[in-house]
């Protein structure tokens, strides 16, 4: 079975830039969730999705943070303008449902803002 | 908001000793997961517990919810190179995850 598939990998830009991500999670599963680890800390929950709707976005700066899961199935975060404190991994990860699942991470997207 | 605090942060230990992480919080918590993140990786779910004084063994890895769900612990016997990483427990309802700020394990050989 594939894991949860994340891109990129990497990305450097400079603040006030805009960067988008792309997360595909494991087939079938109906809960997306996207958090964000600062280096040396847990990962923080951004926003969770559950098929294309929001459930939990209480954490998301809604400022220059937006994400989408359209058909329920792939979904992107976008920054825009990206500031100096967005560095940090981007991790994807997604559950059969919601409560209690098991979660399951993507490899992350490790953003450098300069 | 609900916060859990892990300690330590850091813990160095020579090959074969034991090595142990606590979680706790001020509230009660419905159940705690705990995920593995190695260096450069992703969290790799580990274990759940939901019951009150849960304990659960995984070869040398030991897993323990307070009586009063308000604090676990992760207990790993003769640590090898292979346990280096960061333990993180995070308490989960709703499928909502609030993670602890880890304990980073370093293993010398």
């Known amino acids: 079975e594939a894991g949860v598939a994340q891109s990129p990998r990497y990305k450097i830009i400079e603040k006030r830039q805009s960067v988008a991500f792309w997360c595909n999670p494991i087939s079938g599963h109906a809960t997306l969730y996207w958090y964000q680890q600062i280096l040396g800390q847990g990962p923080k929950l951004l926003i969770q999705f559950q098929n294309n709707g929001v459930v939990d976005d209480s954490q998301l700066p809604k400022d220059r943070f937006s994400a989408e899961r359209l058909k329920g199935v792939d979904s992107t975060l976008k920054i825009q303008p990206a500031k100096l404190e967005d560095s940090a991994v981007y991790l994807c990860?997604?559950?059969?449902?919601?409560?209690?699942?098991?979660?399951?991470f993507g490899p992350g997207t490790r953003l450098l803002v300069l | 908001g609900q916060q859990v605090m892990q300690i330590p942060q850091y813990q160095h230990v020579q090959e074969g000793e034991d090595f142990t992480t606590y979680c706790n919080s001020s509230t009660t918590l419905s159940n705690i997961q705990w995920y593995k993140q190695r260096p450069g990786g992703h969290p790799v779910f580990l274990i759940q517990?939901?019951?009150?004084?849960e304990v659960k063994k995984q070869k040398r890895l030991t897993f323990q919810f307070g009586e009063a769900k308000k604090n676990s612990s992760l207990h790993i016997t003769a640590t090898q190179t292979t346990d280096v990483g960061t333990y993180f427990c995070?308490?989960?309802?709703?499928?909502?995850?609030?993670f602890g700020q880890g304990t980073t394990l370093q293993v010398k050989p």
């Open positions: 995070a308490e989960g309802n709703t499928g909502k995850l609030i």
């Open positions: 517990l939901v019951k009150s004084g």
């Open positions: 990860a997604s559950s059969l449902g919601q409560g209690r699942e098991t979660q399951y």
